[in-house]
Every structure is written in C-alpha cells, then in structure tokens.
C-alpha cells in the first residue's frame, strides 16, 4: 500500500485545475476529450513528483 502525500495531492488538485481550464477553451469533443485528461493526469504526476524531490 502507498501513502498519499501532500505533494500528491498537490498533484491532483494541479492535473483538476488543468482539466477544468482546457475543457473550458476546447470545443466539447470526445477528439478533445480524451487528450485533454492524459495531459492533465500527466502534468499532476509531473508537479507531485517534483514536489516530492524538492522536500
């Protein structure tokens, strides 16, 4: 079992803040969708990861 970290939750709450700004300038399309959340899911990894190496 993993522990959640503070620096995780940074993460999510980044890769949510990223989603809910792209799907409010992107057209509403599953073609748009679908890469909007990847990108989001990665750029949380990417911020919780670098979180965690700075502490």
Do not use: C, H, K, N
């Not at 748009?32 to 990894?45: D, T």
């Amino acid at each position: 079992m993993s522990v959640v970290t503070r620096e995780r939750l940074v993460g999510l709450l980044v890769a949510i803040v990223v989603a809910e700004v792209l799907f409010l300038v992107a057209p509403s399309s599953p073609l748009y969708s679908i890469p909007i959340l990847v990108g989001a899911v990665a750029v949380g990894l990417w911020v919780g990861r670098v979180l965690e190496q700075r502490v």
